[in-house]
């Protein structure tokens, strides 16, 4: 029975997902720091972030049947969890964070879409300013709420020294 429910949401948020554009839940659309990718980080202006030792997951802010729900989507599963995390209605239209989860803490790396629109497309320092917006006008940090969110922080590459 439980497979059941989870194959009707899992097609639900897809069909939700697809309206908005066409994101794949298991791709990954960034690349990890190796030495050949280091002379792209100092040719062009680039910044790096740290990676958590979490799971990738999705966090997706949605309505489904006229009911909100925030969202964990495992992205090498695709497992669904409900969690209860506080955000202004306006994200409620469909708003899609990527990032880890680390034990009860969901850490942002990026947003894709915001609000029903697919912003993927536009620059990472304007993706970093809309989730900064949302964290700081559009979140409620909750001390009775079991999970927490939180947003990666991204250096110039010229800081890699200092943080390793």
């Keep these: 029975m439980q497979s059941h429910i989870q194959k009707t949401a899992t097609t ?3 069909t ?6 066409d994101y794949s839940i298991s791709s990954n659309y960034y690349l990890s720091l190796n030495h050949s990718l280091l002379s792209n980080l100092k040719n062009k ?3 790096v972030g740290l990676h958590s030792n979490g799971v990738n997951y999705l966090l997706f802010i949605c309505t489904i049947n006229n009911k909100q729900y925030t969202l964990l989507i495992n992205k090498l599963s695709h497992d669904i969890v409900i969690i209860q995390l506080q955000f202004d209605e306006l994200l409620f239209n469909g708003t899609l964070f990527e990032g ?4 009860n803490q969901f850490i942002i790396n990026d947003i894709i879409y915001y609000n029903g629109k697919n912003i993927m497309t536009y620059p990472f320092l304007k993706r970093e300013l809309i989730i900064n917006d949302i964290y700081t ?3 409620l940090d909750d ?6 969110l939180f947003i990666n922080k991204y250096f110039h590459y010229c800081y890699i020294k200092d943080m390793v």
């Design 16 to 21: 939700l997902l697809n309206k908005i554009g």
């Design 45 to 47: 202006q680039f910044k």
């Design 143 to 148: 001390d009775l709420i079991q999970y927490k």
């Design 12 to 14: 639900k948020i897809n």
């Design 137 to 139: 006008n559009y979140y």
């Design 100 to 103: 880890n989860l680390y034990e």
